[in-house]
């Protein structure tokens, strides 16, 4: 028998729910670990307190002067909450999050004067061993080091006994090293252009803020259970596994009531949420068995990102707590659905208008339509760069796959608004005529009902839907760390708004139109230059595959291909003109992001090879054994007619031979194809190599390996069976 996956199921038989403490009132605790609004009223000078509120809200500098103010206040109040310990918290491009903790303590080298200690310098900047994070280069052709420097936006918050300080990550000659650095900077941007455009219709809007609010979708996995298996301990997905009889065929998961040890896993998980300030709102079950998902209200969107990144690290945490591995990972098990993170997308001003929302007035509306329709023109012109944002080796194996939308960007945005744009597409060229003006301002745009929010048909094959009062895009991984697309969504944006800005002003300027009639005039020719992107049908269909073809938009299915746009001529004008990167940031991050693709497929083409060899070739071979000595007994008691009772064996013997010839054969090819790979000089082509020459084998060895298990005694499998992984719980 084999003991040790039979060992691991009897050891979750025996699981109990881990009851979670009740703490008080959401209300009441949320946000009491984040040295947010009240603390720092509380433990900062007036002046501190002024400073990093208008760090905050207006970008500006903090002196060195009251650096050692908030560091003090921040210690204080730290220390308080039994904190022993500091961190700077940061995103390097490796996608995790990093932290090294410092204590606060300090003493003279002969044990006089112990103290804690935590001055503005420690707060303000950090310079940790950066030498093994990803920089595509970056240091290795300018300065070695690299620094983190305190990021006052996002406030500090304390897990466990450590107080974390979220900073950027830059190298000393200031590239970005980071995923936060440049999302700040598209931020900022946003902010710049599409301030100016609502300016147009509010003198009074000082401030455009982003915001983002992402749903993390997740698998449950019964921790002993992963522990069981290789591939899902070392890539966080299946390699091998053949589908559960029974799998999501029944539709009985989705919204279904939440097992015991589930929701005491959420409850708990939800407590830390609440005292690290992430307005966590929904929980449900998801599609495919043991799948889950958690959403909060959305926030600004840098907070939102930093909360994200946390939140996905917390999961993992509490999930040892209740003996569960939670799977990020966008496909960790083929045949039923996979994960992914919707990022829902807006804009709200200082004034408290969200831009993406229908207003109650025609001019409220036409203010709508003006960044409703900047928002499809960017993306219609950088399709291909937003696809590269959310490129990844895991991602791939999702889009497409019918459960996520497809490779192809395009953008829903439901019939009636799809009727709007088409009244507007008549508005006439130039001056408008009186009787014009106010048929639109009554039929057009006065009549577009608040109440789009229910009568939007959600269409959710759409990788990019508005859905009422913002976008929602749909095509981020689960894993990803949402700095990356959203720092191409509202890079795009703003590129697209300061391009509006200008255009309006020329024919206000230079036509003499009326501010409305210019408006009018630049959205009636977007309308007209976006058709491509829109697309209300069916996103998973080979029709749809077909037409957008015809329509030219692109359709990149791996990683290697999609990531080529990030480095294209146009994306590079884009970011550098922005000022969010400068070319060598955008090539470095393209040869990390090519790096990690290629690590990736290599990771799990060795571990393939492994378990196919050390799992299930000697399993087989076991199995076939016992035949072997079924069919010699079967000779011994029946002489020359065995073969009559034997023949089904006989038959079994050969079949599990040839399966093991095949599995054999490839996984020598395979690692033959990875040595070639491995020696090609330049990470395009080894990317394009394993994705194309290497990962096209994991899918032979896995249809013979799946068919073995299927023919072998349940009882020698050594490998946790997926109707085991996704229905213990
Ligand atoms: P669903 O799309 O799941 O039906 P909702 O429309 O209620 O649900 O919202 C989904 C997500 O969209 C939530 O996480 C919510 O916080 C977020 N969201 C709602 N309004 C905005 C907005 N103006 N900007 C960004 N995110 C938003
Ligand atoms: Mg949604």
């Not at 002067?65 to 918290?89: D, I, Q």
């Not at 061993?129 to 996002?154: H, K, L, Q, V």
């Not at 194996?397 to 829903?412: C, D, T």
Request: aromatic share 8%; net charge negative.
């Amino acid at each position: 028998m084999s003991t040790f996956r039979f060992q691991t199921l009897k050891e979750t038989a025996n699981r109990k729910p881990v009851s979670v403490e009740n703490l008080d009132k959401k209300s009441v605790i949320f946000g009491s670990n984040v040295f947010n609004d009240k603390a720092m009223r509380q433990y900062l000078t007036p002046e501190a307190y002024k400073a990093v509120k208008s760090a905050i809200v207006n970008g500006t500098k903090i002196d060195r002067n009251t650096a050692e103010h908030v560091a003090m206040g921040m210690k204080e109040w730290a220390l308080s909450k039994g904190v022993t310990h500091y961190t700077h918290w940061f995103q390097p491009l490796t996608g995790a999050t990093a932290e090294k903790h410092d204590a606060f303590f300090e003493t003279s080298f002969d044990g006089s004067d112990p103290v804690e200690k935590f001055g503005g310098g420690q707060l303000v900047q950090q310079e940790p061993d950066a030498s093994s994070f990803p920089n595509g280069g970056i240091r290795n052709t300018f300065e070695a080091r690299g620094y983190t420097a305190w990021d006052p936006t996002s406030p500090a918050f304390i897990f466990g006994t450590t107080l974390c300080i979220p900073t950027i990550f830059v190298s000393y000659t200031g590239e970005a090293l980071d995923y936060k650095t440049p999302l700040l900077r598209a931020l900022n941007a946003v902010d710049n252009a599409a301030t100016a455009v609502a300016k147009y219709f509010d003198k009074n809007v000082k401030k455009v803020t982003p915001t983002l609010g992402w749903e993390q979708e997740y698998f449950l996995v019964d921790r002993a259970l992963a522990a069981a298996r290789p591939d899902l301990t070392l890539t966080g997905r299946t390699l091998l596994g053949h589908t559960s009889a029974k799998g999501q065929q029944l539709e009985d998961h989705y919204f279904g009531s939440i097992p015991t040890r589930v929701l005491n896993y959420m409850r708990d998980l939800e407590n830390e949420c609440m005292l690290l300030g992430i307005p966590v709102k929904t929980r449900h079950n998801e599609v495919a068995p043991n799948q889950f998902e958690l959403a909060p209200i959305f926030e600004e969107t840098n907070l939102a990102v930093d909360h994200n990144s946390l939140l996905m690290d917390v999961m993992q945490k509490v999930g040892e707590r209740h003996d569960f591995k939670v799977l990020l990972h966008e496909k960790p098990f083929k045949g039923v659905n996979g994960s992914g993170k919707h990022n829902n997308w807006s804009m709200a001003t200082d004034t408290g208008i969200n831009l993406l929302s229908p207003g109650k007035t025609p001019m409220s509306n036409l203010q709508f339509l003006t960044f409703f329709i900047n928002t499809i023109k960017a993306v219609n012109e950088y399709e291909e760069l937003l696809r590269a944002s959310i490129a990844s080796a895991s991602n791939d194996h999702r889009l497409g796959a019918n459960e996520a939308p497809p490779a192809i960007i395009s953008v829903f945005i439901g019939q009636q608004l799809t009727a709007v744009l088409e009244e507007l597409e008549g508005v006439s060229n130039g001056k408008l005529s009186p009787k014009e003006k106010t048929d639109l301002k009554l039929n057009v745009v006065g009549k577009i009902p608040d109440v789009l929010l229910d009568n939007t048909d959600r269409n959710r094959t759409s990788p990019f839907a508005f859905t009422g009062n913002k976008f929602e895009l749909r095509a981020v991984g689960s894993l990803a760390n949402c700095a990356n697309p959203m720092t191409t969504l509202n890079s795009i944006v703003a590129k697209q708004l300061t391009d509006f800005k200008k255009e309006v002003d020329a024919l206000i300027d230079k036509k003499g139109l009326k501010k409305d009639e210019a408006i009018f005039n630049v959205l009636r020719e977007y309308i007209k230059q976006s058709r491509n992107i829109l697309f209300e049908g069916d996103g998973y269909s080979e029709a749809w595959e077909k037409e957008a073809a015809k329509r030219g938009l692109s359709n990149h299915k791996t990683t290697p291909e999609a990531l080529k746009a990030k480095v294209s001529k146009k994306a590079i004008t884009l970011f550098e003109e922005l000022s969010i990167m400068n070319h060598v940031e955008v090539e470095a991050r393209y040869e990390i992001e090519l790096e990690e693709y290629i690590k990736k497929i290599q990771i799990e083409s060795r571990v393939l090879g492994d378990i196919a060899r050390n799992h299930v070739i000697p399993t087989a071979i076991r199995y076939q054994n016992t035949l072997i000595e079924n069919v010699k007994g079967l000779k011994e008691i029946f002489g020359k007619d065995f073969e009559q009772y034997a023949k089904e064996q006989v038959a079994l013997v050969k079949e599990i031979s040839e399966h093991i010839e095949a599995i054999n054969s490839k996984v020598d090819q395979m690692t033959e194809e990875r040595k070639k790979a491995n020696n090609l000089s330049s990470t395009e082509e080894m990317a394009s190599a394993y994705c194309f020459l290497v990962k096209p084998y994991f899918e032979l060895i896995r249809y013979h390996a799946d068919k073995l298990e299927l023919l072998v005694d349940d009882e020698m499998w050594t490998l946790v069976k997926y109707r085991e992984l996704l229905f213990i719980r």
